[in-house]
């Protein structure tokens, strides 16, 4: 038996392909999130686990930075964060695929075997199901793919869109032994989870009513329904119908993936969602940032559920065609409900600290009004750092104005440098020496009535680069934090060009793309600041300059012809 590969033999295959100065060539390219050496990426697609081995595939062009000739890339790991890249698993060569092999996602059948359902999109653009199945199931890289005989298997009739049509879920399977799916749609302008059962994953009949619409919504995009356990610490098979349970329903529009909550019952394929999308002023979000098309996975060795999501650019296409590369995944992130069962909490899984060095730690600071703190001896192009923050004098904090109820907005008036009582407080991150250029990652405490509290979280990134001709938006989220009986917790995990940052333990989570041209690499800096006339007390801040992943590619291979 030959021996693994060593994380020092894999880093120097990974030089010999991407080269000594890649860093310093590439300041944008991040060192421990998931990329392709060069070209367009974007879904996440498939991700399972399987035989002890970890499968990512993604939407790909192989020849480009920029999007089309969709390809189902194959990369694989042993801990979600060192990969080696694979042949292409899935490529267009059917009539029913002629424009690209698009998303959807991997289900681990009965008999132990993986099955692919994904969409496919012809030359006119109507879209089509169609199934994949590996060539041998004994190899735990999965090497190989075949298409069914019987593609496409699904396709668009009667009231559906065909150009609205896509993106089949992970199967599950229901009391009656049939398998169930849901591909997203649009009917009638409004956004729809179609329900399909089957009993041999080949053949499958649409149900007589949807699982789920909105009249708030359109097209919803790579849908995901799961169950997630309440009051517990781990993750379920998306089979999992009974016991103490929710079910998660996800769909993804307005740039932005968003979830309801609610009960499933598997009996009549009907579900009951606690508040709809949009409704009510509820806006649940995975993220409220710069996260899309997000496709989670039960990892049954660690008995956990796995998200990931698609980070896009933020600079222009011809950017993107001179850097010879578009997009990359976030940190994959555990999946579990919140203890009041009224939100999820997404945390970077833990694997990812592996990577952490060069530690620097502190407690009991204070972070006193109008106030810059540099954090030293870290890395800050490359960190992850995490800080709590406990407050006092709450009751001098603002008034919270009655219209304040869409937290982007809010965020955008009052941004980093302007100041008030409690807050603007957090981290400048990958910021300049002088500042000039910084991406603020903060909260500001606001007072309701009897003494009720509103924690807003934002990351502004208007001051993030002095490049023009980028998107430089400010995000923002409240966040269901008690800053009476909690500290304020912020973790922020910075490369190069991405910042995932998490508040309150996850209960609010903001992804933001930046592309400074002082603070990168050796020059980037990090700081903590106060711009409240409140004094802030940093409870504990602990940072870790990181190491890189190591991503081994493979070789290039030749443009497929279209039959």
């Known amino acids: 038996?030959?021996?693994?590969?060593?994380?020092?033999?894999?880093?120097?295959?990974?030089?010999?392909?991407?080269?000594?100065?890649?860093?310093?060539?590439?300041?944008?390219?991040?060192?421990?999130?998931?990329?392709?050496?060069?070209?367009?990426?974007?879904?996440?697609?498939?991700?399972?686990?399987?035989?002890?081995?970890?499968?990512?595939?993604?939407?790909?062009?192989?020849?480009?930075?920029?999007?089309?000739?969709?390809?189902?890339?194959?990369?694989?790991?042993?801990?979600?964060?060192?990969?080696?890249?694979?042949?292409?698993?899935?490529?267009?060569?059917?009539?029913?695929?002629?424009?690209?092999?698009?998303?959807?996602?991997?289900?681990?059948?009965?008999?132990?075997?993986?099955?692919?359902?994904?969409?496919?999109?012809?030359?006119?653009?109507?879209?089509?199901?169609?199934?994949?199945?590996?060539?041998?199931?004994?190899?735990?890289?999965?090497?190989?793919?075949?298409?069914?005989?019987?593609?496409?298997?699904?396709?668009?009739?009667?009231?559906?869109?065909?150009?609205?049509?896509?993106?089949?879920?992970?199967?599950?399977?229901?009391?009656?032994?049939?398998?169930?799916?849901?591909?997203?749609?649009?009917?009638?302008?409004?956004?729809?989870?179609?329900?399909?059962?089957?009993?041999?994953?080949?053949?499958?009949?649409?149900?007589?009513?949807?699982?789920?619409?909105?009249?708030?919504?359109?097209?919803?995009?790579?849908?995901?329904?799961?169950?997630?356990?309440?009051?517990?610490?781990?993750?379920?098979?998306?089979?999992?119908?009974?016991?103490?349970?929710?079910?998660?329903?996800?769909?993804?529009?307005?740039?932005?993936?968003?979830?309801?909550?609610?009960?499933?019952?598997?009996?009549?394929?009907?579900?009951?969602?606690?508040?709809?999308?949009?409704?009510?002023?509820?806006?649940?979000?995975?993220?409220?940032?710069?996260?899309?098309?997000?496709?989670?996975?039960?990892?049954?060795?660690?008995?956990?559920?796995?998200?990931?999501?698609?980070?896009?650019?933020?600079?222009?296409?011809?950017?993107?065609?001179?850097?010879?590369?578009?997009?990359?995944q976030s940190i994959p992130r555990s999946i579990l409900l919140d203890e009041s069962g009224k939100q999820l909490l997404l945390w970077p899984i833990k694997e990812i600290e592996k990577l952490r060095t060069k530690q620097v730690s502190f407690d009991d600071m204070d972070l006193k009004s109008g106030s810059v703190f540099e954090v030293p001896g870290i890395m800050a192009a490359q960190a992850d750092i995490e800080v709590s923050f406990r407050l006092s004098g709450l009751k001098e904090a603002e008034e919270m104005n009655t219209s304040w109820v869409d937290p982007e907005l809010l965020c955008k008036e009052k941004k980093a440098s302007m100041n008030g009582t409690i807050g603007p407080f957090g981290l400048l991150v990958l910021a300049s020496k002088d500042l000039e250029e910084q991406t603020a990652v903060y909260f500001r405490v606001f007072r309701k009535q009897y003494e009720k509290y509103v924690v807003l979280m934002c990351s502004d990134q208007s001051r993030s680069s002095l490049k023009e001709g980028l998107e430089k938006t400010t995000y923002g989220a409240f966040v269901d934090i008690d800053p009476v009986h909690e500290t304020i917790s912020l973790r922020s995990l910075i490369d190069h060009s991405i910042v995932e940052s998490f508040g309150g333990n996850g209960k609010a989570c903001i992804t933001a793309r930046v592309y400074p041209k002082l603070a990168i690499n050796q020059d980037a800096h990090l700081y903590a600041f106060n711009n409240g006339t409140m004094d802030v007390r940093i409870s504990k801040l602990s940072g870790w300059s990181m190491k890189r992943a190591q991503i081994v590619p493979i070789q290039k291979r030749r443009k497929p012809s279209i039959t």
């Open 1 to 328: 038996m030959s021996k693994p590969l060593t994380r020092a033999v894999i880093f120097c295959i990974w030089l010999a392909f991407n080269g000594v100065d890649a860093a310093s060539n590439q300041p944008y390219r991040t060192g421990f999130h998931f990329q392709p050496p060069k070209n367009w990426m974007n879904d996440p697609n498939g991700p399972m686990y399987y035989k002890g081995v970890y499968h990512l595939f993604y939407q790909y062009n192989p020849y480009s930075a920029i999007w089309g000739n969709i390809t189902w890339a194959h990369s694989i790991s042993y801990d979600l964060v060192d990969w080696i890249h694979l042949e292409h698993a899935i490529s267009p060569t059917e009539p029913y695929e002629a424009n690209g092999c698009w998303s959807g996602s991997a289900t681990v059948l009965v008999d132990g075997k993986p099955s692919i359902l994904y969409t496919g999109a012809n030359s006119k653009n109507q879209q089509f199901q169609n199934l994949a199945v590996p060539k041998n199931p004994s190899d735990p890289l999965l090497k190989e793919w075949i298409k069914s005989p019987h593609n496409p298997l699904i396709s668009p009739v009667d009231d559906i869109d065909p150009l609205n049509f896509r993106d089949p879920t992970t199967a599950w399977l229901g009391p009656d032994r049939l398998w169930r799916i849901i591909v997203g749609g649009e009917i009638g302008g409004q956004g729809v989870a179609i329900l399909y059962r089957s009993e041999d994953f080949v053949n499958w009949t649409r149900g007589k009513t949807p699982l789920h619409t909105s009249n708030k919504t359109g097209m919803w995009e790579c849908p995901d329904f799961y169950p997630v356990s309440i009051n517990g610490s781990n993750g379920l098979d998306t089979s999992v119908l009974a016991g103490l349970i929710k079910h998660v329903l996800k769909a993804s529009f307005n740039n932005n993936d968003h979830y309801v909550l609610g009960r499933y019952t598997p009996e009549m394929d009907t579900f009951s969602v606690e508040t709809n999308f949009l409704s009510n002023g509820s806006d649940m979000r995975y993220d409220y940032g710069k996260f899309y098309a997000s496709k989670s996975f039960y990892d049954s060795d660690k008995k956990r559920r796995i998200l990931w999501g698609w980070i896009l650019e933020s600079d222009s296409e011809a950017d993107d065609i001179s850097k010879g590369w578009s997009g990359l």
